[in-house]
C-alpha cells in the first residue's frame, strides 16, 4: 500500500498550457505538502496545508495554485506553464503540528515544459 | 529563519570506505533532525530521525548520526559504505511544532565497487 501517492509520475507538456498533479495519502495525516526540487536536486517547500487549510506559502508564482478538498488530498495546478517550471515536484505529509514526526513523501512527479 | 548547509555536494568512495557527511543548520531553537536518502530515480525515504535524547542516532542500512548541540550539526555517518549506498543525502531540519520542512542542497554520493 502506497502511503503518499502522486499522479502522474511523468508530465510532459507544452508551454502555457495548464496541468494538475494530484497527491493522496493514506495515512491519516493532517498537514500536506508540495516541495519543488530542481535540476541540481535543491528541494524548495512551497505549500503546506493543515486540515485543509492553507498555512504556508513560499512566494510560489500565483500560476500554481494548490487545492485540498480534504485532509487527504492535496492537488497543485499551474496555469500557464514556463520552461522554468520543469522540475520534479514531490508531495508530502506529516501527522501534524502537535507531534514531532518526519515527513513522508511521495514518488514524485517529473514535469517537463518543452 | 532557519537553512540547512551541506558542505559535500559531489563525495566519491569506494567500496568498504567510510562516509562522514556534514551538515550544519542555522535555527536558535529546538529543532527535529532528519537525513533522508534518495535513490537514483526514487522518492526520498527516512534515514533517521533525532527528536531528543542519546544525540548519537542509528538509522536504518547501518547509518548514524550524531547531533552536536554547540554547533549546530548532524553529520552522517557509516563506518563502511557499499555500492549500494550510491543514491544523494539529504539533510532536513524543523523547529518544534512547526510544519516545515528545511532541506539542504544535498550530496550525490558515489561509491566504486
Known amino acids: 500500500d502506497t502511503a503518499v501517492s502522486q499522479t502522474p509520475k511523468y508530465l510532459v507538456t507544452q508551454m502555457g498550457n495548464d496541468k494538475s498533479i494530484k497527491c493522496e495519502q493514506n495515512?491519516?495525516?493532517?498537514?500536506m505538502y508540495w516541495y519543488k526540487q530542481d535540476s541540481k536536486k535543491f528541494l524548495k517547500i512551497m505549500f503546506s496545508y493543515n486540515n485543509k487549510e492553507l498555512i504556508i506559502n513560499e512566494t510560489v508564482p500565483n500560476r500554481f495554485s494548490p487545492k485540498s478538498p480534504d485532509k487527504a488530498h492535496l492537488n497543485l495546478h499551474i496555469n500557464s506553464l514556463e520552461l522554468g517550471d520543469s522540475a520534479v515536484y514531490f508531495c508530502?505529509?506529516?501527522?501534524?503540528?502537535?507531534?514531532?514526526?518526519?515527513?513522508?513523501f511521495g514518488q514524485g512527479t517529473r514535469l517537463t515544459v518543452v | 529563519a532557519q537553512s540547512v548547509s551541506q558542505h559535500n555536494h559531489h563525495v566519491i568512495l569506494s567500496e568498504a570506505a567510510s562516509l562522514e557527511l556534514g551538515c550544519n543548520y542555522s535555527y536558535g531553537g529546538t529543532v527535529n533532525l532528519f537525513w533522508y536518502v534518495q535513490y537514483p530515480g526514487q522518492h526520498l525515504q527516512l534515514l533517521l530521525k533525532?527528536?531528543?535524547?542519546?544525540?548519537l542516532v542509528k538509522g536504518i542500512k547501518g547509518f548514524e548520526a550524531e547531533f552536536i548541540k554547540s554547533k549546530f550539526s548532524f553529520n552522517l555517518r557509516k563506518p563502511s559504505v557499499q555500492w549500494s549506498d550510491t543514491a544523494e543525502y539529504f539533510c532536513?531540519?524543523?523547529?518544534?511544532?512547526?510544519?516545515?520542512?528545511?532541506f539542504g542542497s544535498g550530496t550525490k554520493l558515489n561509491v566504486k565497487p
Open positions: 532536513a531540519v524543523n523547529a518544534r511544532n512547526f510544519n516545515k520542512f528545511y
Open positions: 533525532y527528536f531528543s535524547g542519546d544525540p
Open positions: 495515512l491519516g495525516h493532517d498537514t
Open positions: 508530502a505529509s506529516s501527522p501534524g503540528q502537535v507531534l514531532n514526526t518526519e515527513a513522508f
